[in-house]
C-alpha cells in the first residue's frame, strides 16, 4: 500500500522542529558561558546577547518577504542554514576579539531569525489548519530543545565548553538536510498579488491581535530573562533552576500533545484570550511567591497555558486571516513585533524595574503588561464581531 504523502511531509516538518529546536536548546543556555571563557566580560557579553532581538526586528520580515517570493522557499530555508554555518565557523575562529564575535553572531542570529517563519507557514499548510494537527507538529520542537538542553550540558562537562561552535555546527547540518524532505509551497494561481502586508495592520482586529502578540512577548521577556536570577536571589542552587525550568517545558510538551479536543470545542480567539489572561495571573503569582518552591512550580505548570494554547491559537488565528501566498510574511510580522520589539523593549524595561524598584516588582509589572493584552484580544474578539454583524445584514 502506498504510503500518505501528507504524513510524509507532517513527518518531514516534525523532524524540522526537532532538529532546529535541538540547535536553540544547546544555544542558547550555553552561548553565554562559551563567551564567558573565550574571555568576554560581562559587559561585552550582554551586549553580544543584545543582538539576538535586534535581529528578529528586520531578519524575520526579510526571509518571511523573499520565502513568499521566491519560487522555492525550500532554498530560502536552505540559505538560511548555510550562512548560519559560515557564521558558526566565524564564531569558532573570532577567538576573543570581540568585534568579530559580534559579527558572526549578528550573522548568526539574522540567519536564524528567518527559520521558524517559514517553518511554521508550512506546518499550517501541512496540517490543513487544523489546530490540534499543527500541535503534534510542533511538540516535536519542544522535544527538541529540552533535549538539546539536557544532551548538551554533560556533554561540555566532559569535553569543555570551547567546542560549542562544533556542536552548533552538527546541529545546523541536521536541520539543513531536513529541508530536503519539505514540501514546496502550491503554486499560485495566476493573478494580482496581495496587498502588502503592512496594509493588514489598518484592520482593527488584525491591529488588536499584534498588538496583543506585543504585550503577551513583553511580558514573557521579564519571565525569560530574570527567571533564572529571580530563583538564585532565593536561594535555589544551578540544579534545582534547571528542575524547575524543565517543569514547565514538560508541561508545554504535554499541552502540545494533548490540546487538540480544546481547539475542536472552543474558538481561537476565545483560547487566545484565556492564555493572556493566564499570564497575567502566572507572573503576578511569580512576583508574589517569595521564593516558595510549591507556588513555583505551580506557576511552572501554567506555561502549558501560556506558552502552549497561545502559541497554536496565534498560529490558528494567522492561519485563517492569511492565505499560503502571504503566510511566511504573517508568520514573519508575528515574530517580529513580538519577539522582536516585544522582547527587547520588555528585556528592556524589567531591566529598569529590577535595579529602581526590585526583582518582584518586575514581575508584577510583567503581569500587568499581560492584563493590558487581555484588553487587546477583547478588541480583536469586538472587531471580529463587528465586521460579522455587518456581513449578516448584506
Not at 532581538?53 to 538560511?80: F, H, T
Not at 494561481?189 to 496587498?195: D, M, W
Not at 542552587?237 to 500533545?257: P, R, S
Not at 501554567?302 to 498560529?315: K, R
Request: charged share 10%; with cysteine.
Amino acid at each position: 500500500m502506498a504510503s500518505d504523502p501528507g504524513s510524509r511531509t507532517r513527518n518531514a516538518v516534525r523532524a524540522l522542529f526537532l532538529t532546529y529546536f535541538l540547535f536553540v536548546g544547546a544555544l542558547s543556555p550555553y552561548l553565554t558561558l562559551y563567551l564567558h571563557e573565550v574571555g568576554l566580560g560581562a559587559a561585552a557579553i550582554g551586549l553580544v546577547m543584545s543582538l539576538s532581538p535586534a535581529s528578529r526586528i528586520v531578519g524575520p520580515l526579510a526571509w518571511g518577504w523573499l520565502a513568499d517570493r521566491s519560487a522555492s522557499r525550500n532554498w530560502v530555508q536552505r540559505a538560511c542554514s548555510l550562512i548560519s554555518l559560515a557564521a558558526l565557523i566565524g564564531l569558532w575562529t573570532s577567538g576573543a576579539d570581540v568585534a568579530w564575535i559580534m559579527l558572526a553572531c549578528a550573522v548568526l542570529f539574522f540567519s536564524t531569525s528567518g527559520q521558524m517563519p517559514i517553518a511554521e507557514a508550512i506546518a499550517l499548510e501541512a496540517a490543513g489548519r487544523d489546530a490540534g494537527r499543527y500541535s503534534r507538529m510542533r511538540v516535536w520542537g519542544s522535544i527538541g530543545f529540552i533535549a538539546g538542553v539536557v544532551i548538551t550540558g554533560p556533554l561540555f562537562e566532559v569535553v569543555g565548553i570551547g567546542w560549542l561552535p562544533g556542536w552548533l555546527m552538527l546541529m545546523m547540518v541536521g536541520v539543513l538536510a531536513c529541508t530536503w524532505g519539505l514540501p514546496e509551497a502550491p503554486k499560485r494561481k495566476a493573478g494580482p498579488r496581495p496587498a502588502p502586508l503592512w496594509k493588514a495592520l489598518r484592520d482593527p482586529a488584525k491591529a488588536a491581535f499584534f498588538a496583543s502578540a506585543f504585550l503577551m512577548l513583553y511580558a514573557h521577556s521579564v519571565f525569560y530573562t530574570f527567571f533564572s536570577l529571580y530563583l538564585e536571589g532565593h536561594g535555589y542552587g544551578k540544579g534545582a533552576i534547571g528542575l524547575i525550568w524543565a517543569v514547565g517545558v514538560v508541561a508545554e510538551i504535554a499541552m502540545f500533545y494533548l490540546q487538540r479536543p480544546l481547539f475542536m470545542r472552543f474558538s481561537a480567539l476565545f483560547l487566545l484570550g484565556l492564555s493572556v489572561a493566564v499570564a497575567a495571573l502566572r507572573f503576578v503569582l511569580v512576583g508574589a511567591s517569595g521564593g516558595a518552591l510549591w507556588l513555583l512550580v505551580f506557576t511552572q505548570l501554567l506555561h502549558a497555558i501560556t506558552f502552549g494554547v497561545h502559541h497554536t491559537a496565534s498560529q490558528a488565528i494567522l492561519s485563517r486571516w492569511f492565505g499560503p501566498e502571504q503566510q511566511a510574511s504573517a508568520q514573519a510580522l508575528y515574530v517580529t513585533i513580538g519577539y522582536g520589539v516585544g522582547g527587547m523593549i520588555g528585556g528592556l524595561g524589567a531591566s529598569w524595574i529590577w535595579v529602581a524598584i526590585s526583582p518582584a516588582a518586575a514581575f508584577y509589572g510583567a503581569g500587568a503588561v499581560a492584563a493590558l493584552g487581555c484588553l487587546a484580544v477583547w478588541a480583536c474578539a469586538r472587531a471580529e464581531r463587528a465586521v460579522e454583524a455587518g456581513e449578516s445584514f448584506r
